[in-house]
């Protein structure tokens, strides 16, 4: 089983850029799929994008379509979450989640592995 650690959070004004990043330790990260989420306070925890084990397929909520990109590195066994154009409404703690099967449609229930979290604050 691998374990996760997110970093890359913080305050940004409304429009700004962040990348999160998710580094993987333990068994081999390209068996896994890989995947963000978030919560905001008082909400339920959702998907946000996801990646195939080899980086051949990526799936993205509708909310972060065009502004969101999921990426991979094997050999460095992380994974991204480039965040562009952000909105006060992103403002979250993000998640990192990992699970060898891809069971869709992608939820909470399809990743089996979780992080800690970082938090993302997005000001007006």
């Known amino acids: 089983q691998v374990q996760l650690v997110e970093s890359g959070g ?3 004004q409304a429009g700004g ?12 990260f390209s068996n896994y799929n890989m995947g963000w989420f978030r ?4 909400k339920e925890r959702e998907f946000v994008a996801a990646v195939t084990k080899s980086g051949g397929s990526v799936y993205y909520a509708d ?4 502004r969101f ?6 050999a460095k066994n ?4 480039q ?3 952000l909105k006060p409404e992103d403002t979250a ?18 990743f089996a592995t979780w992080g800690q979290g970082t938090q993302v604050t997005v000001s007006s």
Do not use: E, H, W
């Not at 850029?17 to 081999?28: D, P, T």
């Not at 992380?78 to 979450?81: P, R, W």
């Not at 989640?97 to 939820?107: I, K, N, T, V």
């Open 10 to 12: 913080g305050l940004v």
């Open 83 to 85: 965040m562009n154009s």
């Open 93 to 110: 703690v993000y998640y990192c989640a990992a699970d060898r099967a891809l069971a869709l449609p992608l939820g909470v229930d399809s």
């Open 78 to 81: 992380t994974v991204y979450l």
């Open 39 to 42: 919560q905001a306070p008082g």
């Open 17 to 28: 850029s962040l990348r999160l990043s998710c580094a993987a330790s333990g068994r081999a």
């Open 69 to 74: 990109t999921i990426s991979r590195d094997n």
């Open 63 to 66: 909310f972060v379509k065009g």
